[in-house]
Nanobody, 116 residues
Framework: QVQLLESGGGLVQAGGSLRLSCAAS????????MGWYRQFPGKQRELVAT???????NYADSVKGRFTISRDNAKNTIYLQMNSLRPEDTAVYYC??????????WGQGTQVTVSS
């Protein structure tokens, strides 16, 4: 089992910044992928950004150039630095961990609200 603890959400004005953190604990194994998804009201979760334990990153087009994912493998923690936030970034953000055999774990989610 893997547990994910997210932090860092909140309310920010448009153009501002927030940093999300997600610490993983439990049966952490190398070769994993961690990342962030978000969910708008009434919509399915969508990819924001992912990072493999080897450092390969992937971003949704909508956040490229504004969001940066990073990870500290020694701490089993990932971060999402969100800059130039827009009202349309308002969503619940979920941390995810995918094991090398493709089992997914999800955090409880953290609300990000961007006011105009």
């Amino acid at each position: 089992q893997v547990q994910l603890l997210e932090s860092g959400g909140g309310l920010v004005q448009a153009g501002g910044s927030l940093r999300l953190s997600c610490a993983a604990s439990g049966s952490i194994i190398g070769g994993n992928t961690m990342g962030w998804y978000r969910q708008f009201p009434g919509k399915q979760r969508e990819l924001v950004a992912t990072s493999t334990s080897g450092g390969i990153t992937n971003y949704a087009d909508s956040v490229k150039g504004r969001f940066t994912i990073s990870r500290d493998n020694a701490k089993n923690t990932i971060y999402l630095q969100m800059n130039s936030l827009r009202p349309e970034d308002t969503a619940v953000y979920y941390c995810t961990y995918r094991s090398p055999w493709l089992r997914d774990y999800w955090g409880q989610g953290t609300q990000v609200t961007v006011s105009s």
